[in-house]
């Protein structure tokens, strides 16, 4: 009974297994496509590789928020004379990530990574997606350097080997130098020729054959102790109890894990799918992702051949109608095909018109000026006729006075009887100005009109 029971299990284990193959492959093999490479992540880390640790953290934190970077630099540019104190008191009130203020107080390094905006996307980009291959990385490149003998204990720097984990401090805590060398020789010859290191170094900078230093950076508090590497775990630790002046209070009091904040992304697309689902942002990219050509209208090289493609039939049709506007035109603006040389245009017969009136302009004009050169004419006037044609007037105007007589007579009996029976049947509307002094200006105002008519009327029956 024993027997068929663990065969029956058996086989159950076994078709599990091959279900979880299947449905694990395509996921990694997505994965794989959007995941750095070795090449990459070697181009991108060269440059920062032999910086002190403290410094190489808050690099490669500040590098996920490159948002953040350039508004901070922008604004380092307009305050140049903030130094020390200062600035970490003007620093305390911005909203930006306490990573990105720290690197404030290295305006050179800064700047490139502004500029190198690019670059410094790929590289948080990285580090988001691949912390514990960027910090392999990291270490392959400074062993390499060691080997090569440009990475070692000078009175900047304290190059500490322990388990072959390479450690890079400052020797103050809170005076930083910058490291300045060429990364294509400084790990010796270049083992992707394909992927050339960055140069990250300033352009008023001389490098040598070996690593050169910036002059110290003096800092407000113990640089060295605030962020760190976690080599074997390959994590970053932010101690809260060695926080800087600009950094508000945290409620926590031991080390912790360093975590990425969204919030200071600023909107940013995350590179691949994975990180984007991790911090919330349902957009993201796919930077290896072709578009399908079909989509934009392309052809594959076989149907180039045998049929026209997209653009072509496109190109085509538009030539077409711009001859079937082009006819249109000519034969609305008075163009003819073959008969133009036996008929005049329409443009011909509008210029010649145009001449015509222009002609006859000049003509007018010439005749106008000869008429004010001549002299003026006397002309012989007849002595005036006052008294005949007043009685002429009158005799034509006295059919008309009576005409206007009678009309004023009609309207003066009309009226009469309009205002009487509104006297008797309206008391109250006698009163309807009774809020303005009870209507005494109205009625006064009527009166006198009533009295210029009257007048008015006498004068036209003397006349």
């Given at each position: 009974?024993?027997?068929?029971?663990?065969?029956?299990?058996?086989?159950?284990?076994?078709?599990?297994?091959?279900?979880?193959?299947?449905?694990?492959?395509?996921?990694?093999?997505?994965?794989?496509?959007?995941?750095?490479?070795?090449?990459?992540?070697?181009?991108?880390?060269?440059?920062?590789?032999?910086?002190?640790?403290?410094?190489?953290?808050?690099?490669?934190?500040?590098?996920?928020?490159?948002?953040?970077?350039?508004?901070?630099?922008?604004?380092?540019?307009?305050?140049?004379?903030?130094?020390?104190?200062?600035?970490?008191?003007?620093?305390?009130?911005?909203?930006?990530?306490?990573?990105?203020?720290?690197?404030?107080?290295?305006?050179?390094?800064?700047?490139?990574?502004?500029?190198?905006?690019?670059?410094?996307?790929?590289?948080?980009?990285?580090?988001l997606a691949q912390e514990g291959d960027v910090m392999a990385m990291v270490q392959q490149l400074r062993a390499k350097a060691y080997r090569e003998g440009n990475l070692y204990t000078t009175r900047q720097q304290n190059v500490v080997v322990e388990n072959e984990v390479i450690v890079i401090?400052?020797?103050?805590?809170?005076?930083?130098?910058?490291?300045?060398?060429?990364?294509?020789?400084?790990?010796?010859?270049?083992?992707?020729?394909?992927?050339?290191?960055?140069?990250?170094?300033?352009?008023?900078?001389?490098?040598?054959?070996?690593?050169?230093?910036?002059?110290?950076?003096?800092?407000?508090?113990?640089?060295?102790?605030?962020?760190?590497?976690?080599?074997?775990?390959?994590?970053?630790?932010?101690?809260?109890?060695?926080?800087?002046?600009?950094?508000?209070?945290?409620?926590?009091?031991?080390?912790?894990?360093?975590?990425?904040?969204?919030?200071?992304?600023?909107?940013?697309?995350?590179?691949?799918?994975?990180?984007?689902?991790?911090?919330?942002?349902?957009?993201?990219?796919?930077?290896?992702?072709?578009?399908?050509?079909?989509?934009?209208?392309?052809?594959?090289?076989?149907?180039?051949?045998?049929?026209?493609?997209?653009?072509?039939?496109?190109?085509?049709?538009?030539?077409?109608?711009?001859?079937?506007?082009?006819?249109?035109?000519?034969?609305?603006?008075?163009?003819?095909?073959?008969?133009?040389?036996?008929?005049?245009?329409?443009?011909?017969?509008?210029?010649?018109?145009?001449?015509?009136?222009?002609?006859?302009?000049?003509?007018?004009?010439?005749?106008?000026?000869?008429?004010?050169?001549?002299?003026?004419?006397?002309?012989?006037?007849?002595?005036?006729?006052?008294?005949?044609?007043?009685?002429?007037?009158?005799?034509?105007?006295?059919?008309?006075?009576?005409?206007?007589?009678?009309?004023?007579?009609?309207?003066?009996?009309?009226?009469?009887?309009?205002?009487?029976?509104?006297?008797?049947?309206?008391?109250?509307?006698?009163?309807?100005?009774?809020?303005?002094?009870?209507?005494?200006?109205?009625?006064?105002?009527?009166?006198?009109?009533?009295?210029?008519?009257?007048?008015?009327?006498?004068?036209?029956?003397?006349?």
């Amino acid at each position: 009974m024993k027997q068929p029971v663990l065969l029956r299990h058996g086989l159950m284990l076994i078709v599990s297994l091959v279900l979880l193959t299947v449905t694990i492959l395509p996921v990694r093999a997505q994965t794989t496509d959007e995941l750095y490479s070795s090449q990459e992540l070697a181009q991108m880390l060269a440059p920062i590789a032999l910086y002190p640790d403290a410094l190489l953290t808050q690099i490669l934190i500040a590098a996920t928020y490159p948002i953040e970077v350039i508004e901070a630099d922008r604004w380092l540019q307009r305050h140049p004379t903030l130094d020390d104190d200062d600035l970490d008191d003007a620093l305390y009130d911005k909203e930006w990530d306490p990573s990105v203020k720290a690197l404030c107080h290295f305006p050179s390094l800064l700047s490139r990574m502004s500029e190198e905006i690019s670059e410094t996307t790929n590289l948080g980009n990285a580090f988001l997606a691949q912390e514990g291959d960027v910090m392999a990385m990291v270490q392959q490149l400074r062993a390499k350097a060691y080997r090569e003998g440009n990475l070692y204990t000078t009175r900047q720097q304290n190059v500490v080997v322990e388990n072959e984990v390479i450690v890079i401090e400052p020797v103050r805590s809170r005076v930083v130098y910058i490291p300045y060398y060429d990364p294509a020789y400084v790990y010796g010859n270049w083992w992707y020729p394909d992927y050339p290191p960055y140069y990250w170094s300033p352009a008023n900078v001389r490098v040598g054959l070996g690593v050169t230093f910036s002059s110290g950076i003096s800092l407000s508090f113990a640089f060295s102790t605030w962020s760190y590497f976690d080599w074997p775990h390959r994590v970053i630790y932010i101690n809260p109890h060695q926080h800087p002046r600009f950094v508000h209070k945290d409620r926590h009091t031991s080390p912790k894990i360093w975590k990425h904040a969204p919030t200071h992304r600023r909107g940013v697309a995350y590179r691949d799918k994975h990180t984007a689902r991790e911090y919330g942002q349902t957009r993201y990219t796919y930077p290896h992702s072709t578009p399908y050509k079909g989509d934009r209208g392309y052809r594959d090289d076989d149907d180039r051949q045998h049929s026209p493609s997209l653009h072509d039939d496109t190109n085509r049709r538009r030539d077409d109608n711009r001859r079937n506007d082009s006819d249109s035109t000519k034969g609305d603006r008075g163009y003819r095909d073959d008969d133009h040389q036996r008929s005049p245009s329409f443009h011909d017969e509008t210029n010649r018109r145009r001449d015509d009136n222009r002609r006859n302009d000049s003509d007018s004009s010439d005749e106008r000026k000869k008429k004010t050169l001549q002299p003026p004419v006397s002309k012989t006037v007849e002595p005036r006729q006052p008294v005949q044609r007043d009685v002429t007037v009158k005799e034509k105007k006295q059919p008309q006075i009576r005409q206007t007589e009678r009309a004023l007579k009609s309207t003066q009996s009309t009226t009469q009887q309009m205002r009487k029976p509104l006297k008797k049947s309206t008391q109250k509307q006698e009163n309807v100005f009774e809020y303005v002094d009870d209507g005494r200006n109205e009625r006064q105002s009527s009166q006198r009109g009533k009295t210029s008519r009257q007048k008015h009327s006498q004068k036209e029956q003397r006349h």
